[in-house]
């Protein structure tokens, strides 16, 4: 079993920064490839960034390529998401996935809800105008 617990969400004004980070716990069976979703009320859950196990391979959602940088720690079992030049409509509750008890490369990046297995319980961002 994997827990994440994702913290670093809050309130703050267009244009700023925040950096949400993930920590996993649990049976990690190594470094999993991990994503970034986001949800709004009313609206599906997104793909914003994902991660290979190795870090070295990184994708992208378009509304956030340059504003948003994912990373990971192997060593510390952290997953981050540097969120910049955030906008009102980025707000959402921001969720930490792990793709767990799948197989996959190291060089493998997942952006589907239904590829990842463990989820964090979300982390509330609201960016006002």
């Known amino acids: 079993q994997v827990q994440l617990v994702e913290f670093g969400g809050g309130l703050v004004q267009a244009g700023g920064s925040l950096r949400l980070s993930c920590a996993a716990s649990?049976?990690?069976?190594?470094?999993?490839?991990m994503g970034w979703f986001r949800q709004a009320p009313g609206k599906e859950r997104d793909i914003l960034a994902a991660?290979?196990?190795?870090?070295?391979?990184?994708y992208y959602e378009d509304s956030v390529k340059g504003r948003f940088t994912i990373s990971r720690d192997n060593a510390k079992k952290m997953a981050y998401l540097q969120l910049n030049s955030l906008k009102p409509e980025d707000t959402a509750v921001y969720y930490c996935a792990a793709r767990v008890g799948y197989s996959g490369g190291m060089y493998d990046y997942y952006t589907q809800v239904y590829e990842y297995d463990s989820w964090g319980q979300g982390t509330q961002v609201t960016v006002s105008s």
């Open positions: 649990g049976r990690t069976f190594g470094n999993p490839a």
């Open positions: 991660i290979s196990r190795s870090g070295d391979d990184i």
